[in-house]
């Protein structure tokens, strides 16, 4: 029994090695995420770098020169706008554009609101970091004057400021991290079913459109061992893949500017090795449900679209964790595909989590592993599968 | 030794096997000739194991094919109607496969595809892998694979249809040299001519009955006709089946 299973299996693993189509989808199908994750996290923190000064052009400088004092006191850069610099502004080269009128002066020493102008382009997210911290100064500005202007007065500067709101953040910097980085889990859940899904259909719907089946039915083996074998050999796939894809986010999460972002995640070895364990008994899964939705199909052809279909299950829990985020239940691990995407982002989060939801969605996946591949040796004795239907 | 009782099968509403008996001996070709969709791959099938018979017994070696499939396995070499092979694999490795599913490994497994490969000339071809292969290549290493075990009884379903003449006259060679061995042959065919050439015992098989069963003399002389040709039209009514 033992032996017949090594022989199955590793035949079917030599079969596939020599596939160019199952190693060149695993390998190159694990790296379009991290290489997408690391585009976009590039891009992101090159827009919000904090630690570069805020450069402000400003047309008028001389109108306001206490304002620009207290701008300088700030550590901004403050230049001489070009003539241009609304056409500039639109073209993206430059972020914002602050102008003091000529009366400026004059309505400030009179007491009245003095206008000060911000050019800007509010639909350009490159521009909004830098627009926000010229609006940020400008009104602290205008809150210290004010609050002296009114003690001057003998006015305490809190009547002029009935409420005073005070934001508070709960978000840790590692939760805030973790509904950015909730991408991860769907990647590694779609790399189950990517990893064995061209094995799956090869070994199945293939072997009969090749009219292999029948002689390979024809051996004294019982149809379980074959079954079994199989589905090893599609599992091994489904795990290098998940396995890839992880080490592959991880060497990304460190070269990423991630502390760019003001973002503190969790995702060294450890937890990518906590994401691996948590993700891979769904391959156990995911090679048996494909090879039964295969064994069903008429042909390779009807195969993949059928699987393509499958596809869709995980991302719909994925999307949804992604967009937004539910406070998890002890039932939900026991889910096949949402109690993974619970687990890595739970993982993710940098939070404690016990054995139990590692238990449960283990016992969760193989359960239902199980009697996939009962079915499909339940099918494999059936004439009109094997034989073909019409 | 196979022995076959009254076999009947049906799918759906289509009787494929109606009523089916014969024996193939030890050492002895039994041919069964008949029409395209008289039943004989129906038949062939319920032999070794993949479908079930409806009614009616088939006995390998004196095991009931529908109570000990593995067993009955064991002792049929078989050359199914899909004789699909798999691309990326060797034609050695094909025959490998084959033999470690039968339990064979190690020295014996090579040494009994060694005989294969010269049994079948497949020198040429042994490690190369059979996407590209010819009809006869590919027949070659079916054949290979059916063998590998060493079994007593031996079953081929159209075994040279698609075959060059050379191909052809090979698995005729081979066939001669399985009776010599005193193997139990039983090949089907829709041909004739094959079966004359081949068989010692000639079943016949027309709309899942068999309609005549004996050497090729008895059927002459039953049929009162000269020709094994004539013999062959008269039992099933038609001239379908000769070559023209």
């Not at chain 1, 020169?65 to 001489?80: C, I």
């Not at chain 1, 500017?257 to 995702?267: E, F, N, T």
């Not at chain 2, 089907?188 to 081949?198: P, R």
């Amino acid at each position: 029994m033992k032996t017949l299973l090594t022989a199955v299996f590793r035949k079917e693993m030599r079969d596939h090695l020599r596939d160019r189509r199952s190693v060149s989808s695993v390998l190159g199908g694990s790296l379009m995420g991290p290489i997408l994750f690391a585009v976009m996290f590039t891009v992101l923190a090159s827009w919000n770098r904090q630690d570069k000064p805020l450069e402000l052009p400003v047309v008028g400088r001389a109108h306001a020169p206490s304002l620009m004092a207290f701008l300088e006191r700030y550590g901004v850069q403050l230049s001489d706008a070009p003539a241009d610099y609304e056409s500039r502004i639109q073209a993206g080269t430059l972020d914002a554009v602050l102008i003091i009128p000529e009366d400026y002066g004059k309505d400030f020493s009179a007491g009245r609101s003095a206008k000060v102008q911000l050019v800007m382009d509010n639909s350009r997210n490159k521009a909004r970091f830098t627009i926000r911290r010229a609006q940020s100064l400008l009104s602290q500005y205008a809150g210290v004057l004010g609050t002296q202007r009114l003690m001057a007065r003998g006015v305490a500067p809190e009547l002029a400021s009935p409420v005073r709101v005070e934001e508070v953040d709960l978000a840790t910097p590692e939760r805030l991290a973790a509904s950015i980085l909730n991408m991860i889990p769907l990647f590694l859940v779609i790399s189950c079913f990517m990893g064995g899904l061209n094995v799956a259909i090869d070994t199945m719907a293939g072997e009969r459109e090749r009219g292999s089946l029948e002689p390979l039915l024809l051996n004294p083996v019982q149809r379980g061992t074959l079954v079994v074998g199989k589905w090893l050999a599609t599992t091994v796939f489904s795990c290098t893949m998940v396995v890839v894809v992880a080490v592959a986010f991880v060497l990304v999460a460190k070269r990423v500017p991630l502390q760019d972002l003001g973002v503190k995640v969790s995702l060294d070895a450890v937890a990518a090795a906590g994401m691996v364990g948590a993700v891979l008994p769904l391959s156990l899964l995911a090679s048996a449900m494909q090879m039964l939705v295969a064994t069903f199909a008429r042909s390779f052809k009807e195969a993949q679209t059928y699987l393509q279909l499958l596809m869709m299950l995980p991302m719909i829990p994925g999307m949804m964790l992604a967009l937004s985020p539910i406070e998890s239940q002890t039932w939900m691990f026991m889910v096949p595909v949402l109690g993974q995407e619970l687990l890595v982002s739970e993982l993710m989060r940098g939070e404690p989590l016990g054995m139990l939801p590692f238990v449960l969605s283990t016992v969760g996946c193989v359960a239902l592993a199980a009697a996939c591949l009962a079915a499909i040796s339940r099918l494999l004795s059936d004439e009109k599968i094997v034989f073909g239907r019409s | 030794m196979i022995e076959v009782t009254n076999l009947h099968k049906r799918f759906g509403a289509v009787t494929a096997v109606e009523d089916v008996s014969f024996r193939a001996e030890d050492g002895v070709v039994t041919g069964l000739l008949g029409p395209n969709g008289a039943g004989k791959t129906t038949t062939l099938r319920m032999l070794y194991t993949l479908i079930r018979p409806d009614r009616g017994s088939a006995k390998v070696d004196g095991l009931e094919v529908a109570d000990q499939p593995l067993e009955v396995r064991r002792s049929i070499g078989v050359l199914p109607d899909a004789r699909g092979l798999y691309p990326r694999l060797t034609a050695r490795e094909h025959i490998e496969y084959a033999g470690s599913l039968h339990g064979l490994s190690g020295a014996t497994l090579d040494k009994r595809i060694g005989e294969l490969v010269e049994l079948l000339d497949m020198k040429e071809i042994e490690h190369r892998r059979t996407e590209g292969f010819s009809q006869g290549e590919r027949m070659k290493v079916a054949l290979a694979r059916a063998l590998v075990h060493g079994p007593r009884n031996v079953l081929l379903d159209e075994p040279t249809n698609g075959l060059d003449v050379m191909s052809t006259r090979a698995v005729r060679t081979l066939i001669r040299r399985l009776k010599e061995q005193g193997h139990c042959v039983v090949f089907s065919s829709h041909v004739m001519q094959e079966v004359a050439a081949l068989c010692d015992r000639i079943v016949v098989v027309a709309k899942g009955r068999v309609v005549a069963d004996g050497t090729p003399d008895e059927l002459r002389t039953r049929t009162g006709k000269d020709s094994l040709e004539e013999a062959f039209v008269t039992v099933i009514g038609s001239d379908q089946g000769l070559m023209q």
